[in-house]
């Protein structure tokens, strides 16, 4: 530290003293281009995909339930294809009813087309209400990086505990609130810790993802697939009681049987135990989303009881 004097603690001057500042590199700054317009983007804040966000594509596009729309909500009360998001001539935001029959409402007023802006709400159903927002690229970027970091299991890619529990949550309050059942099946593959020594973690992911794309495969858009812990996925059903997630568990096993795995220089085969915990309308209730899970995993550890390759449920009835 220097003194007033502008001497340092040693004596020395520090006006003697030469400072390594390495010059700047570039010698102007190239003002960034102009943009086309903002991203549009709809965010679900209520509804059994609150959170999620979708970015309307450059040209437009469909919301609703069917294959292959834009923005594909779950919503069992939103039509196949329910709106249009479009851009007019001056690049205003035009969002269309496509004769669905809940109707679309901007701000609270049912419309067939009207203009959005941001920060407006866009109601499709009694469930389901989205947020327009209107951002830079940059900023959808960012958005779009920072969620798949929280969401997402970095080995596999897959939703990961987090997000599992909170779809979990979201999907028990849709059942209490529908009156529908809800069940969680609980997969564990058998030969995990045989492919860990043979081919190491890596191996072992690759097992996982392709043992949950299969199983994905065979279930709906609305289920939720995902990876819970080491070797184990986890699934959502909605509206699935405890008797047909059973059934849906069998298949799965099934199909994991029947097929060969790549892992790494060889195929191999594989089994998986399952666990359901579920649930019911008119049964016992459940205090939130850990307990509806716990049942599967004890279900699971009952099933693996019995061997590989094992099923077993916990209905909300149980005791």
């Known amino acids: 530290m220097a003194d007033e004097d502008g001497e340092d603690a040693s004596g020395e001057s520090t006006s ?26 709809l965010v679900a804040i209520s509804g059994p995909d609150a959170g999620r966000r979708f970015l309307v594509p450059p ?12 923005m594909r909500l779950s919503d069992v009360n939103i039509s196949r294809q329910h709106a249009a998001v479009s851009f007019d001539e001056k690049q205003r935001v035009i969002v269309s009813d496509l004769g669905s029959i809940n109707g679309v409402f901007i ?14 709400r866009v109601q499709l ?22 969620a ?28 209490r609130r529908h009156g529908v059942p809800l069940s969680v099946m609980l997969a564990s593959v058998d030969e995990l810790k045989k492919v860990i020594d043979t081919d190491g973690h890596r191996g072992s992911a690759l097992l996982l993802s392709a043992i949950a794309e299969l199983i994905r495969e065979g279930s709906r858009y609305e289920d939720v697939v995902g990876r819970y812990a080491d070797g184990e996925v986890l699934v959502v059903l909605r509206a699935t009681t405890s008797a047909q997630t059973k059934s849906y568990a069998r298949r799965m096993m099934e199909k994991v049987r029947a097929r060969a795995f790549d892992v790494g220089d060889v195929a191999i085969g594989a089994t998986i135990s399952c666990g359901v915990g579920s649930y019911e309308v008119g049964g016992e209730d459940i205090d939130g989303a850990v307990p509806l899970v716990e049942r599967a995993e004890a279900a699971l550890a009952h099933a693996q009881q019995q061997g590989r390759d094992a099923g077993g449920s916990r209905p909300s009835s149980a005791s």
């Not at 009694?126 to 990086?145: A, G, H, I, K, N």
């Not at 929280?150 to 309050?173: F, H, K, M, Y």
């Open 148 to 175: 798949g970091a929280q969401t997402r299991d970095s080995l596999t890619g897959l939703p990961n505990r987090r997000e599992l529990i909170d779809r979990v949550a979201q999907e028990l309050s849709f059942a």
């Open 125 to 146: 159903s009694s469930d389901t209400v989205l947020r327009v927002r209107f951002q830079d690229p940059c900023e959808t970027r960012l958005q779009e990086e920072q």
């Open 16 to 41: 003697d003293i030469e400072i390594d500042d390495p010059p700047t590199l570039a010698e102007h700054v190239a003002p960034v281009s102009e943009r086309g317009r903002e991203d549009v983007v």
């Open 107 to 120: 701000n609270g007023a049912r419309v067939s087309r009207g203009e959005v802006l941001d920060g407006y």
């Open 59 to 70: 040209d437009g596009g469909l919301i609703g339930r069917e294959d292959g729309v834009a």
